[in-house]
């Protein structure tokens, strides 16, 4: 069993085309999240997955690997089935590390993370979340919560604060539940990706908008663990003074 990175990158976003060629302080994010996710030892090899000549011109001057996938794809999950297949080395046992195109500071630590998901053999599916510390983010529906079982498995996603906890006051929740950000990494060992990328949307996953919840609906199990660790990722152009700052800081 080996663990590589695939890092789906699309030029095409509403809220901010472009973005996985951003500059940030004299490196483009993209190139950024590959370098972080080489930075692990666990991974054996990572490669960008995109549908656009100009990221792709840039990863070549860059000396980065990538994969030319199709423009049609929903999601990021689907990006990575079709590139996993493209590469021979990666084989059915082996596990396929999907970390978003615009996290260029995931750390080492949350990677190292979701891969020790896999000393269990039967995990399939694995991801990461975080304790939240402010209620307005459990209340923010942009906020995904999750719910985890005594064996840190998901039983649901959602972007509506779960569980309630009925007759306590919402500014007093924190003191009595912890609540779970869910962050956007995932692992899958490849034939579950090739599987789960295979299954029709689930009526949960259209009305939550949240892909997560096709895997639960089709009874597929998701490996959770807890990471202390904030994932920054860059989904406005507003956001990169934000990632400009948190780079400055750490020099």
């Excluded at 370098?35 to 000549?53: L, Y």
């Excluded at 990538?66 to 990575?80: A, E, L, N, V």
């Amino acid at each position: 069993m080996k663990f590589y990175a695939i890092i789906p990158a699309r030029y095409s976003s509403t809220r901010f085309p472009g973005k996985p060629l951003v500059d940030i302080l004299g490196k483009s994010m993209v190139s950024r999240v590959y370098h972080q996710a080489i930075a692990c030892d666990k991974i054996e090899a990572a490669w960008i997955a995109t549908d656009d000549d100009r990221i792709a011109n840039h990863l070549k001057e860059q000396n980065i690997p990538y994969i030319m996938t199709s423009p049609d794809h929903q999601s990021g999950t689907d990006r990575c089935r079709e590139a996993a297949e493209k590469l021979p080395q990666i084989q059915a046992e082996d596990i396929v590390v999907n970390i978003q195109g615009d996290e260029p500071f995931i750390s080492v630590n949350q990677i190292n993370l979701i891969c020790s998901c896999f000393q269990n053999e039967n995990t399939a599916i694995a991801s990461l979340v975080k304790k939240l510390d402010a209620i307005d983010k459990v209340l923010d529906p942009n906020t995904v919560k999750a719910v985890l079982n005594l064996n840190k498995e998901a039983l649901y996603f959602s972007r509506s604060p779960i569980p309630y906890l009925r007759d306590v006051p919402q500014e007093k929740w924190l003191e009595k539940h912890d609540f779970y950000k869910h962050l956007g990494i995932y692992a899958y060992r490849k034939n579950s990706l090739i599987e789960i990328s295979s299954l029709a949307q689930s009526n949960l996953e259209i009305m939550e908008s949240l892909e997560q919840l096709r895997w639960l609906s089709n009874g597929y199990s998701v490996q959770l663990e807890i990471t202390d660790e904030e994932a920054l990722s860059i989904d406005h152009p507003a956001d990169l003074e934000e990632a400009i700052n948190y780079l400055k800081a750490k020099k």
